[in-house]
């Protein structure tokens, strides 16, 4: 795989022959039609259903405990010995025992999760499996879902490719700004920083006298274009009509932009969640990836303080990310997901391994109900899974083998792809509708 050049793939993207990318963003009009406005009216025909949602995906390549202080890890029965599975509850009791609801049931799990507002918990899904690996470098075929996906390509990537017909991005590229490696169509992207971003866009000053312009003087080379030949153009007239950015919408954009690119200050998950809200506002592209940690690779953890004090970082940031995607009215349109090459091991003090058997991704959206699937086994496995139910069984149809390939089915139909196209592309695995709201 050749690298990218690191000089702005996202500036090359924003920018372009003739600012392209800004002038879509500045009117609202996808690309193609600002390239052939007598023909091209989109992208395409959206690929995913009507509930297609953008992703902000957290990866990480350190096999965060994520999966050690969840629902389903805790009130186990007595084929577990006692000690061998150890939460993290360190003195000032910040991850204590709590109950929470997911889609009416009672849970169990460390107190920061249930800090969650009820709406987000309604529409949030712990989903306990298995990547296969305990190998850091794997991250890429944790996200190649190990050959399940058909054709070399990574999750993230698959998921922009099919679904940026739904949203005519800017580009169809997923933006990568949490420091973990992505490819796309054979090329790593480069990693781009929340600062970053803020220097691409130059200051919320020059963004608003950019697009403000660039709106102007867009629409009038569009009308000029569509005058020129009047007999043929009413369906391209009523598309741009029924397209383009009010000039209101427009300011209301660009301050919402501008007051949020004016706080981030450093590269931190913080302000990572700040620029993926921002991308997406932005309609830039539809996957961000970033990087929430939950323990890091934490062999030695006194107390596991560490641990908790991540744990308690980053999901105060999801409620952030939440927060922000409802003042931007995005609650219904994006999705976020965490996953991680593995979990970490329960049979330590003062410490985890890796874990190859078991880890957790976390899903949130409008496409998800509150719920569990799957839960562990004595020795920190992931259980075998009743397909139907979600449930963990020893006699569950879905070996926990196979678990991961059904994370991926599971996410792919949450975000609006239909379950026909993610069985094609994705060659084992089911989703589980047991927590998925269509």
């Known amino acids: 795989m050749s690298i990218l050049n690191r000089r702005q793939l996202l500036g090359s993207a924003l920018a372009g022959a003739g600012l392209i990318g800004l002038r879509a963003m500045a009117t609202g009009l996808p690309i193609s039609y600002l390239l052939n406005p007598r023909s091209a009216r989109a992208e395409g025909t959206c690929a995913g259903s009507a509930g297609a949602q953008f992703l902000i995906l957290s990866m990480s390549a350190n096999g965060d405990a994520l999966n050690c202080n969840v629902p389903g890890t805790y009130d186990l029965p007595a084929a577990f010995a006692a000690g061998t599975v150890n939460h993290s509850d360190p003195v000032d009791q910040s991850m204590t025992a709590t109950s929470l609801s997911l889609g009416g049931q009672k849970w169990t799990a460390a107190k920061p999760w249930s800090s969650l507002p009820q709406n987000v918990l309604d529409r949030t899904v712990f989903f306990h499996h298995s990547t296969g690996t305990a190998n ?5 075929r944790v996200l190649e879902v190990f050959g399940a996906l058909r054709r070399g390509q990574w999750l993230p990537s698959y998921f922009a490719k099919t679904l940026q ?10 933006v990568t700004i949490g420091g973990e490696q992505l490819s796309f169509e054979g090329q790593y992207l480069p990693k781009l920083t929340p600062t970053g971003l803020k220097a691409v866009l130059a200051g919320p000053k020059d963004l608003q006298a950019t697009l403000q312009t660039l709106r102007d003087d867009t629409l009038n080379k569009l009308n000029t274009v569509l005058k020129e030949n009047r ?4 369906a391209e ?3 741009l009509d029924n397209m383009a950015l009010s000039q209101t919408d427009l300011r209301t954009m660009i301050q919402q932009v501008a007051t949020d690119l004016a706080t981030i200050t450093t590269d931190d998950a913080n302000n990572q969640v700040i620029a993926a809200a921002l991308l997406i506002k932005m309609n830039v592209a539809p996957v961000v990836t970033i990087h929430l940690p939950f323990s890091g690779d934490n062999h030695t953890d006194n107390n596991f303080a560490a641990e908790a004090a991540q744990t308690v970082a980053s999901i105060n940031n999801i409620k952030a990310l939440m927060a922000k995607l409802t003042a931007y009215g995005l609650e219904d349109k994006v999705t976020f997901a965490t996953l991680n090459v593995f979990g970490r091991s329960f049979d330590t003090l003062n410490g985890r391994g890796h874990n190859a058997s078991h880890a957790v991704s976390l899903m949130i959206g409008k496409g998800f109900k509150g719920g569990v699937v799957g839960g562990l086994l ?7 899974i009743d397909s139907k139910t979600g449930v963990a069984s020893n006699k569950g149809d879905l070996a926990a083998a196979n678990s991961l390939a059904s994370v991926a089915k599971t996410l ?3 975000v609006g792809l239909t379950d026909a196209q993610v069985n ?4 084992s695995g089911v989703a589980m509708h047991s927590v998925l709201a269509q």
């Open 378 to 384: 004595p020795g920190g496995h992931a259980a075998d």
């Open 136 to 140: 850091h470098g794997e991250l890429g």
């Open 424 to 427: 094609d592309q994705i060659t």
């Open 237 to 239: 007239r009523a598309y």
């Open 231 to 234: 007999a043929q153009t009413k």
């Open 412 to 414: 792919g139909v949450g």
């Open 165 to 174: 017909s739904c949203f005519n991005t800017v580009q169809v590229q997923p």
